[in-house]
């Protein structure tokens, strides 16, 4: 088994930056030793993970949790860590204003208010030179009769469009879709469907954003995921794992075999081409684990099951399926599933002049004891902050 030149060399993962901060759940948010207290802090360490997998090499922004006065300064401060930034995260769910909605808001001027901080974001896109706006709304109601559904899509479509003239010719608008949370009765962009219709409207350069958690149980992402790729509007992947609902787990935890699967559909969908303009990145909030370790085991989990994916017999399984050998074409997803790829993915690292075990090589270079002790005062990064 030999990845040498493959289309896993493609594979890239970007990090987010908030999955360095403190995490938890509903009720808490816990602390930990040498948590970044500054974005700067959370670039130090995602370019660890990258510079021990070589799977990361872009960091996600979030604004305002991410503001600085200085981009240029930062996108450098990034560069020489040996990483980039990538996409930029909006946020009109955190002010006091979008209680009743932002985009969708009845009131034209929180409307507005929502716009402007996306101007904001594609200013900051403008100094990074990132691509992406990625646009998750909050926006929904919880009670039947509460608003207007059809006036409600009305005025998104509105804003979005608004804020779509602004993106430039080598940026992208994309649209991230959650079936419900916070608002349970209703989500103004529930599913792919509303988002695929929001985003065509806008223009070529708007696409939507696949979350593997925003779905409801039972739900098959990769069809999704075909699908959106068979349309071309597959823009970009947030990867987590979860048990129940959004969990923001490691990717690959709950269910390794379905992040198999859709990978598979990733790959067969050009997704991992040397050209493909989709953009895959972890959403995960590490809530009692640590976060470094945490980040790296993600982007090893997906690696490992595009590795698996790609040991499908593509051929063997297209005979299986014209022949409609039910039991056989399924055994050759299977066979491909059940291979442990481990050995050689560690061989493929070695290859490349990085540690074959990566999670052994942080501990081992005391970077978290370095980190624990220096970043003492001030105040930690949390989510949402």
């Known amino acids: 088994m030999n990845f040498t030149d493959t289309v896993l060399d493609n594979l890239d993962i970007e990090l987010p930056s908030w999955a360095f901060g403190n995490s938890g759940t509903r009720f808490k948010v816990f602390g930990t030793p040498g948590t970044p207290r500054d974005i700067r802090e959370k670039i130090a360490d995602a370019a660890q993970v990258h510079r021990l997998t070589g799977l990361a090499s872009t960091v996600a922004l979030h604004i305002p949790w991410d503001r600085v006065d200085d981009y240029t300064s930062l996108s450098r401060y990034a560069q020489d860590l040996g990483v980039r930034l990538g996409t930029v995260n909006s946020n009109t769910f955190q002010d006091d204003a979008y209680k009743f909605g932002s985009l969708t808001h009845t009131d034209k001027t929180v409307r507005q208010k929502a716009i402007d901080h996306h101007l904001d974001c594609i200013e900051v896109m403008n100094q990074t030179g990132s691509r992406d706006l990625k646009i998750w709304l909050a926006d929904g109601t919880n009670y039947p009769g509460q608003g207007d559904i059809r006036a409600r899509q009305d005025r998104l479509a509105e804003s979005l469009a608004a804020i779509y003239q602004h993106i430039g010719e080598s940026q992208r608008l994309v649209l991230e879709y959650k079936f419900f949370e916070p608002a349970m009765y209703m989500t103004d962009v529930p599913d792919w469907g509303t ?47 979860r048990f129940y609902a959004d969990d923001d787990l490691i990717v690959g935890a709950a269910d390794p075999f379905q992040l198999f699967r859709i990978m598979f559909e990733v790959i067969r969908g050009g997704a991992l081409d040397q050209n ?74 070695a290859e490349r002049g990085l540690p074959e075990d990566p999670i052994a090589a942080l501990r081992d270079s005391g970077y978290q004891q370095r980190i624990n002790a220096e970043r003492v005062g001030g105040t930690q990064s949390s989510w949402g902050a």
Not at 212 to 240: C, K, M, W, Y
Not at 300 to 324: H, K, P, S, Y
């Open 195 to 241: 988002s695929y219709v929001h985003v065509c409207a806008l223009g070529e350069r708007a696409m939507v954003c696949l979350d593997t958690g925003h779905h409801a149980p039972g739900t098959n992402i990769e069809f999704i995921v075909a699908q959106l790729l068979r349309l071309n509007r597959l823009g970009s992947f947030d990867f987590n794992s």
């Open 276 to 349: 493909s303009a989709v953009a895959l990145m972890l959403d995960q909030c590490h809530n009692v684990e640590d976060k470094i370790p945490g980040q790296i085991r993600s982007v090893l989990n997906v690696q490992e099951m595009t590795a698996r994916a790609l040991l499908v017999d593509t051929d063997a399984l297209r005979r299986a399926q014209d022949d409609g050998d039910v039991l056989a074409a399924n055994a050759v997803l299977m066979d491909a599933f059940y291979t442990d790829v481990r050995p050689a993915l560690a061989g493929w690292r």
